[in-house]
C-alpha cells in the first residue's frame, strides 16, 4: 500500500493555486496557523543542509501598507501593459492572470499577514557564476512551496510574488532586514473563499518531456 493516501495527496498538489481574487480578506489568520506551516516548511530540502532561511510575518497594518506601496512601485505600468498586450493578442488566459494579479496589486495590503521569505547570502563569492544562484534558489524554494502547500491543506490560500523586489532596499529599511539577507519573494496569506480549487490547464506532458536526449 502507498504511504499515503494518493488520490488526497494528488488533489492538493494539482490544486495548490497563485491565489489572488479569492483571498478572504475580512478573516484573521491565527498567529499560530502561519508558525505551525512554517514549521513544516522547515522540513523541505536545502542545499549542504545549511537551512539559511528566515522568514519574516508581517501583520501590522501600517507595514502591510507600506509594502503593498513599495508593491505597487515595482510593479509600474507593467500589469496593466501586459494584461492589454495579451487582450490584443487574444491570449484570454494571460488576460485572466494578469487581471487578478492586477486586483492583488490593488488590493494586497488588505490581506491579513504578508510573508517574506529570506536567504542567507553571505557566504556567496562576489560575482557568483549561474550554478551558485541556481544552488540557493534551491535551498530555499522548495521550503516556499511547502509553506503554501501546508497553508492550502488549511483552508489558506497564497501566492508567491516578486514585484516589490524591484524595490527590496526599500522594504528592508521598513523591516529592518540585514544586508546578509536576500528576500526573494512576497506571499500574502488569507483564507480562501471557498476551497473548490481545481487543476489549471497545462500543456501535455508528453510535449515537455524528453528522455535520454533533448528532443525540441
Not at 45 to 73: C, F, M
Not at 106 to 133: C, F, G, Q, S, Y
Not at 141 to 166: D, E, K
Amino acid at each position: 500500500m502507498p504511504p499515503f493516501d494518493l488520490q488526497e495527496t494528488t488533489k492538493l498538489l494539482s490544486t495548490t493555486r497563485a491565489v489572488r481574487k479569492r483571498l478572504d480578506f475580512n478573516k484573521p489568520v491565527p498567529r499560530e496557523v502561519i508558525m505551525e506551516c512554517l514549521d513544516i516548511s522547515q522540513q523541505a530540502p536545502t542545499g549542504s543542509n545549511r537551512q539559511g532561511w528566515r522568514w519574516l510575518v508581517v501583520s501590522d497594518s501600517e507595514k502591510r501598507k507600506a509594502l503593498a506601496d513599495i508593491y505597487r512601485k515595482g510593479a509600474g505600468d507593467y500589469l496593466v501593459n501586459s494584461e492589454a498586450k495579451a487582450a490584443a493578442d487574444g491570449d484570454h488566459q494571460s488576460v485572466r492572470v494578469y487581471s487578478s494579479a492586477q486586483y492583488l496589486a490593488e488590493n494586497l495590503e488588505k490581506a491579513p499577514v504578508h510573508v517574506i521569505p529570506l536567504i542567507k547570502t553571505d557566504h556567496m563569492p562576489e560575482n557568483p557564476p549561474a550554478r551558485a544562484w541556481a544552488g540557493l534558489m534551491g535551498s530555499i524554494m522548495p521550503a516556499v512551496w511547502s509553506f503554501q502547500l501546508a497553508l492550502r491543506a488549511r483552508g489558506l490560500g497564497s501566492a508567491l510574488t516578486t514585484l516589490h523586489l524591484h524595490h527590496a532596499e526599500n522594504a528592508a529599511d521598513l523591516l529592518g532586514i540585514p544586508d546578509k539577507f536576500m528576500q526573494v519573494g512576497l506571499l500574502p496569506v488569507a483564507y480562501t473563499l471557498g476551497t473548490d480549487f481545481k487543476p489549471a490547464k497545462r500543456p501535455p506532458v508528453e510535449n515537455i518531456v524528453s528522455w535520454e536526449k533533448w528532443q525540441g
